[in-house]
């Protein structure tokens, strides 16, 4: 046996002393509170406390004990009589001396005890001696049960590095045994509660040590103990997630305080370890070599670092920091998922101005438990060396936005501005300038080439275009691939070129009966050009027309004039128009005048000044027309749109669809073409209408509707139309009489129309074939000649029936 052995052994006999004197001094106090129970003071009855030791099996009945009446005198006058729960089957009494038997095998988890009655009578009168009295025979226990874990399987969860609890070593067993002498509950500094674990014995736990349990470890030392009494397991030492995240233990209960003979049951707990974090992170590599080129833009990733922590979840959570100078051209941020520090670009770098950087990158915990900060910072760096690759870059402008300005009306060839750029490279390759020019756009500008000095092609207005915005290009005469643009903003200067001059085109009228020193019109003025301290204008008449005293000008000073009346009194019989030239002078450098033509109209006006009868008068004047000759012009132009309108209503009534347009589809199949022209104008027999008839289908002859009337409105719609012609008329009435009386029926909604021509024409045929056989001129005015006569002999009649089926 070894020392640890031993130990163990010394701590079970310590809880098991206390224990078995707490068990004896119980089981005496339970044996005498039974008694004393039990026992009665005055009674007619004698007997002992009746029990009966479960699970005994004989062939012979039991002797459980006796029950006598003080006045039993033993001559076998007296029978018992035994009456209640199992009397006759389980228990079995002696009618003459009182004694009881148990016939069976009983089972106290099923029934602890039977209450029974119990009657002692004469045998020779049959009354009873004794009152009819009740007793309880117990059922003893007896250990023939095992524990049970009920609640099993177990599954716990403990933090990795809890406290654990005191070791007994050899130095200070004696401590500890003294200790327990006092206390014997508190044997040892408790560690950190896992789980408890509970096991039932179905025995009495009333009656000796059949249901006492006692718990011990099975499997799980040296991490884990248990307390005997309460099964409740404990941390025995501290342990780490990351070596061991799982412990199975196994618990063992047994009966009987453990003593020979007793029954055990066994339970298994899973005990996980979770984390906490007690690791700090740790970079894999002390120096990281990455690499970058200068053509590179801003974010883009350079590299990854990586600080591995043992810990999980949320306790391996990291951020990473880059310490040191270069924290403003380069970026870390964390991948939350992988715990990945990202290395970005924060600013371009320059293979020609600095090819090698090196920075520092830190990782630190996000989430740090502060029992562990004494062990250490829960933070590591890690060395990043970073070299710039160098690239061909597109020339650099000195500016991305060039502002320049040029004054308006210089020049072609000016100067406007010179645009500078350069190859950042290495090899400093020359640089060409070109402008972008578009298709659609004026070429106002050319460029160097070789210096970028921008000029003007041709001079520049501010009033059509104050700005200018051209692109200018660099180009690497060695590698032309390498472009780059630079945009070029050309203000035009504004000078005083523009003189002033009216806004509109003043339409001024002065009446006949006006007064001197009347205001007839207020003026104003616009300039194109652009002043900077604003615009003053100054009006004044011009020197031709100072001498004049019919109209003055009165200056506002606020670039406003006004034109009065010079005189009372004017005449349009001796002048319509008076022209008034008005100068404007601007407040430019210098400043520039210009002479503005006033028409004002001599108006014969009423109280009420008509100024539209005034215009009206103004521009027959201006036409030279008198009124009675304009009357007579608009009665022209009225009756021409008359004449208009009736020839666009004719067309358009010819031009409508016909009537049956939309049966049009359905009786098409019914029409039958034919190519014979016949034998002439005259020759109407020319087709056989029964051919477009249905030979499978015969229609009987039924009576037609009247028309009579119908037709005779037609017909003398006809005579108004035509000719006062007796050939037409005999025409009309053959064609109403044949109509009417032929028994062949047209085909479904079909129409017939008959046309007549007449007899012939005077002047012949029209065609121009047999204009050759004749050596003479052919006139062809016959429209002069024969047009009324061919209006009063056109005409149709035109009938529409329908088959009655």
């Known amino acids: 046996?070894?020392?640890?052995?031993?130990?163990?052994?010394?701590?079970?006999?310590?809880?098991?002393?206390?224990?078995?004197?707490?068990?004896?001094?119980?089981?005496?106090?339970?044996?005498?509170?039974?008694?004393?129970?039990?026992?009665?003071?005055?009674?007619?009855?004698?007997?002992?406390?009746?029990?009966?030791?479960?699970?005994?099996?004989?062939?012979?009945?039991?002797?459980?004990?006796?029950?006598?009446?003080?006045?039993?005198?033993?001559?076998?006058?007296?029978?018992?009589?035994?009456?209640?729960?199992?009397?006759?089957?389980?228990?079995?009494?002696?009618?003459?001396?009182?004694?009881?038997?148990?016939?069976?095998?009983?089972?106290?988890?099923?029934?602890?005890?039977?209450?029974?009655?119990?009657?002692?009578?004469?045998?020779?009168?049959?009354?009873?001696?004794?009152?009819?009295?009740?007793?309880?025979?117990?059922?003893?226990?007896?250990?023939?049960?095992?524990?049970?874990?009920?609640?099993?399987?177990?599954?716990?969860?403990?933090?990795?590095?809890?406290?654990?609890?005191?070791?007994?070593?050899?130095?200070?067993?004696?401590?500890?045994w003294c200790l327990l002498c006092f206390s014997p509950n508190s044997y040892l500094t408790e560690g950190t509660s896992v789980t408890q674990v509970t096991a039932t014995d179905a025995d009495d736990p009333s009656y000796g040590n059949s249901a006492r349990l006692l718990y011990s470890l099975v499997q799980g030392q040296p991490y884990?103990?248990?307390?005997?009494?309460?099964?409740?397991?404990?941390?025995?030492?501290?342990?780490?997630?990351?070596?061991?995240?799982?412990?199975?233990?196994?618990?063992?209960?047994?009966?009987?305080?453990?003593?020979?003979?007793?029954?055990?049951?066994?339970?298994?707990?899973?005990?996980?370890?979770?984390?906490?974090?007690d690791n700090p992170p740790k970079f894999q590599q002390r120096l990281y070599y990455m690499s970058v080129s200068e053509e590179a833009p801003v974010g883009t990733t350079i590299g990854k670092v990586f600080a591995e922590d043992s810990d999980i979840g949320d306790n391996a959570a990291m951020d990473y920091f880059i310490e040191g100078d270069n924290?403003?051209?380069?970026?870390?941020?964390?991948?939350?998922?992988?715990?990945?520090?990202?290395?970005?670009?924060?600013?371009?770098?320059?293979?020609?101005?600095?090819?090698?950087?090196?920075?520092?990158?830190?990782?630190?915990?996000?989430?740090?438990?502060?029992?562990?900060?004494?062990?250490?910072?829960?933070?590591?760096?890690?060395?990043?060396?970073?070299?710039?690759?160098?690239?061909?870059?597109?020339?650099?402008?000195?500016?991305?936005?060039?502002?320049?300005?040029?004054?308006?009306?210089?020049?072609?060839?000016?100067?406007?501005?010179?645009v500078t750029a350069r190859d950042p490279d290495y090899d400093d390759s020359p640089v060409r300038y070109s402008i972008v020019h578009s298709t659609h756009l004026k070429r106002l500008f050319s460029i160097n080439e070789h210096n970028g000095t921008i000029i003007t092609t041709e001079p520049l207005d501010r009033e059509i275009?104050?700005?200018?915005?051209?692109?200018?290009?660099?180009?690497?005469?060695?590698?032309?691939?390498?472009?780059?643009?630079?945009?070029?903003?050309?203000?035009?200067?504004?000078?005083?070129?523009?003189?002033?001059?009216?806004p509109k085109n003043y339409e001024t009228f002065v009446c006949e009966n006006a007064v001197s020193g009347q205001l007839i019109q207020s003026i104003s003025a616009v300039d194109r050009d652009d002043s900077a301290e604003g615009h003053h204008f100054y009006f004044s008449m011009a020197q031709e027309a100072t001498n004049s005293s019919h109209f003055t000008v009165r200056d506002n000073q606020d670039n406003t004039a006004g034109i009065f009346t010079g005189k009372s009194g004017f005449r349009r019989k001796e002048q319509f128009f008076f022209y008034l030239p008005i100068l404007i002078q601007d407040n430019g450098t210098p400043?520039?005048?210009?002479?503005?033509?006033?028409?004002?109209?001599?108006?014969?006006?009423?109280?009420?000044?008509?100024?539209?009868?005034?215009?009206?008068?103004?521009?027959?004047?201006?036409?030279?027309?008198?009124?009675?000759?304009?009357v007579a012009v608009l009665a022209c132009i009225l009756i021409f749109l008359v004449f208009f309108l009736a020839i666009v209503t004719i067309r358009q009534q010819k031009k409508k669809k016909p009537p049956f347009s939309e049966k049009m589809e359905?009786?098409?199949?019914?029409?039958?073409?034919?190519?014979?022209?016949?034998?002439?104008?005259?020759?109407?027999?020319?087709?056989?209408?029964?051919?477009?008839?249905?030979?499978?289908?015969?229609?009987?002859?039924k009576p037609r509707k009247k028309v009579a009337s119908e037709i005779q409105s037609l017909y003398r719609q006809s005579l108004q139309v035509g000719p006062d012609s007796a050939i037409f008329r005999q025409f009309i009435s053959e064609k109403l009489e044949e109509a009417n009386t032929d028994p062949r029926v047209p085909p479904y909604d079909s129409l017939q129309t008959y046309a007549f021509e007449g007899t012939g024409s005077l002047a012949g045929s029209l065609s121009s074939l047999g204009s050759n056989t004749s050596d003479m001129d052919q006139s062809y005015d016959y429209l002069a000649d024969w047009g009324p006569h061919f209006k009063q002999l056109a005409g149709m009649y035109t009938s529409h029936r329908s088959v009655a089926d």
Not at 237 to 245: G, V
Not at 670 to 692: P, Q, R
């Open 1 to 176: 046996m070894n020392f640890s052995a031993f130990l163990r052994l010394m701590v079970i006999l310590v809880q098991l002393w206390p224990c078995s004197l707490s068990l004896r001094n119980s089981s005496a106090q339970n044996t005498v509170q039974s008694f004393t129970a039990v026992r009665r003071v005055k009674r007619g009855w004698l007997w002992e406390p009746l029990f009966v030791t479960e699970e005994q099996n004989s062939l012979d009945p039991l002797y459980i004990g006796q029950l006598k009446s003080d006045l039993d005198k033993q001559d076998g006058n007296l029978k018992y009589i035994l009456i209640g729960e199992g009397a006759g089957n389980i228990f079995y009494i002696n009618e003459y001396n009182g004694k009881i038997y148990v016939t069976q095998k009983l089972d106290r988890e099923k029934k602890p005890f039977y209450t029974l009655r119990a009657q002692a009578i004469n045998r020779s009168t049959q009354l009873p001696v004794e009152p009819e009295s009740e007793f309880i025979i117990k059922v003893r226990d007896v250990n023939d049960n095992a524990p049970q874990f009920l609640n099993g399987p177990y599954v716990a969860s403990v933090p990795e590095m809890s406290p654990e609890g005191l070791l007994i070593n050899f130095f200070i067993f004696f401590q500890v």
């Open 224 to 277: 884990f103990s248990v307390e005997p009494k309460t099964g409740v397991i404990r941390m025995a030492s501290q342990m780490d997630r990351e070596t061991k995240d799982q412990y199975l233990v196994i618990i063992q209960a047994k009966d009987m305080v453990g003593q020979p003979g007793a029954f055990s049951a066994t339970a298994t707990v899973t005990i996980n370890l979770s984390d906490i974090n």
């Open 327 to 418: 924290s403003d051209v380069f970026d870390i941020i964390t991948n939350n998922e992988t715990q990945e520090g990202i290395i970005l670009l924060k600013k371009r770098v320059d293979y020609e101005s600095k090819r090698r950087y090196s920075i520092q990158a830190k990782a630190v915990n996000r989430y740090i438990d502060e029992q562990f900060l004494k062990e250490g910072p829960f933070e590591d760096t890690t060395i990043v060396k970073i070299n710039v690759e160098d690239a061909d870059e597109p020339p650099v402008f000195t500016s991305e936005n060039y502002v320049m300005e040029t004054a308006e009306g210089a020049m072609s060839g000016s100067l406007v501005g010179v």
């Open 465 to 502: 275009a104050s700005w200018h915005n051209i692109t200018v290009t660099a180009t690497e005469t060695r590698n032309p691939e390498k472009i780059s643009e630079a945009n070029v903003y050309v203000q035009v200067l504004d000078v005083n070129d523009n003189a002033p001059e009216f």
């Open 591 to 630: 400043p520039l005048t210009s002479t503005n033509t006033l028409t004002v109209t001599v108006c014969d006006c009423d109280t009420e000044v008509n100024t539209f009868y005034c215009r009206y008068e103004a521009f027959m004047y201006s036409l030279g027309l008198s009124t009675e000759a304009l």
């Open 666 to 701: 359905e009786f098409r199949e019914n029409i039958v073409s034919y190519d014979d022209e016949g034998g002439g104008e005259e020759d109407t027999e020319a087709f056989d209408i029964s051919a477009l008839r249905t030979r499978t289908v015969m229609r009987t002859h």
